[in-house]
């Protein structure tokens, strides 16, 4: 059973950038979907960044331009570089997978209901 350990989270101000990483305990090579989703208080979870198993990405809308989604096999880990935070980025920021081959598009859209792993999260805060 894979778990997934997210780090890198931590107050901010407007502007400024975080690198947001996510371990996973087994290899997961090419064979997951991958992808972040975050959950602010009192709002829907929403899928951030995903990177299908062919390394294409997406993004969602709110944050194309801003963020980038990366992983690194030799490590086992998922990244998520944010930059140009704003206020309305802050939340808790979940990393999740699944060994469906699913499209970045697709990732995008069903990660936080149709992913079988995700991680505990790691709360970031924008200040303005």
């Known amino acids: 059973q894979m778990q997934l350990t997210e780090s890198g989270g931590g107050s901010v101000q407007a502007g400024g950038s975080l690198r947001l990483s996510c371990a996973a305990s087994i290899d997961i090579g090419s064979r997951y979907s991958m992808g972040w989703f975050r959950q602010a208080p009192d709002k829907e979870r929403e899928g951030v960044a995903a990177?299908?198993?062919?390394?294409?990405?997406d993004y969602a809308e709110s944050v194309q331009g801003r963020f980038t989604i990366s992983k690194d096999n030799a490590k086992n880990t998922l990244y998520l570089q944010m930059n140009s935070l704003k206020p309305e980025d802050s939340a808790m920021y979940y990393c999740?997978?699944?060994?469906?081959?699913?499209?970045?598009?697709?990732?995008?859209?069903?990660?936080?209901?149709?992913?079988?792993?995700r991680g505990q999260g790691t709360q970031v805060t924008v200040s303005s």
């Open positions: 990177l299908d198993r062919d390394g294409t990405t």
């Open positions: 999740a997978a699944d060994r469906r081959p699913y499209t970045a598009f697709e990732a995008l859209g069903r990660m936080t209901t149709h992913f079988g792993y």
